[in-house]
């Protein structure tokens, strides 16, 4: 399965819709998304990884490096992961694999877009 990166603006915020297995083959492109971002001068980013259904070391390598790229400009970065429930168990894997990896307490967690982008509703349940 291949990796879709859609990019849209909400609320001044860039928005990168991530679909598909985020792994050692697909990362870069997710890597190159908010590197583009940050080049353009936007430092605020939702990663909407509600549709991802497979995350690898490589894949959670990205997000941390996402995260101190977006930390060392003063930008932030947030990440949309439903709990569980989700649909053929797309994000809640996300979820999962940073609880696992005890990575999880790094990042702003959000339900969904629409509470990314206003900052409400922050989901603190692993």
Known sequence: MT???EE???AGWTVLCVTGELDLLTSPEVRQGVHDAVAEGRRDVVLDLSRV???DSSGVGVLIAARR???????RLRLVLPARGAEAGAGSHVNRVLAALGVRRLFEVYPDV?????GSSQSLSA
């Open 3 to 5: 990796l879709k990166v």
């Open 8 to 10: 849209s603006e909400q």
């Open 53 to 55: 259904f497979f995350c």
């Open 69 to 75: 790229l977006l930390h060392s400009c003063r930008g």
């Open 114 to 118: 629409r509470s990314a982008v206003d």
